[in-house]
């Protein structure tokens, strides 16, 4: 009887114990009385053992899910310092482009004002 009401739900558990305490209104005799009592008691257990178990479980998550929130954080941090890196590179990058290019539009200029672009 025990492997059967740890298998099911705490809500299966509460469904077995009020049918057991309605047969214990309807029982005839005191050895009817004594088998539901005793399964009342056993599935009392049992609702404390899967309360129990649940509890841990719960715990266990709850550890589990800290945890990889903080493994999380850690690479965000590490992955937003080598962004930031990277973009200050790019943005270095981009000022050379812009001023190489100024550079030659500055020489082409100035031959185009000597007229040295012509000879």
């Not at 998550?61 to 954080?73: G, T």
Request: charged share 20%; with cysteine; hydrophobic share 45%.
């Amino acid at each position: 009887m025990n492997l059967a009401l740890a298998q099911q739900s705490l809500a299966g558990l509460s469904q077995t114990a009020a049918h057991l305490w309605e047969q214990l209104t309807n029982c005839q005799t005191p050895e009817e009385e004594a088998a539901i009592i005793t399964a009342i008691w056993e599935t009392q257990g049992v609702q404390e053992e899967v309360v129990d178990i649940q509890a841990e479980l719960a715990l266990q998550l709850d550890a589990e899910i800290a945890a990889i929130k903080q493994r999380l954080e850690h690479l965000k941090a590490v992955h937003q310092s080598a962004l930031l890196r990277l973009e200050r590179w790019r943005q270095k990058l981009a000022g050379l482009t812009q001023l190489a290019q100024g550079d030659r539009t500055s020489v082409v200029l100035m031959y185009y004002i000597k007229g040295d672009i012509f000879h």
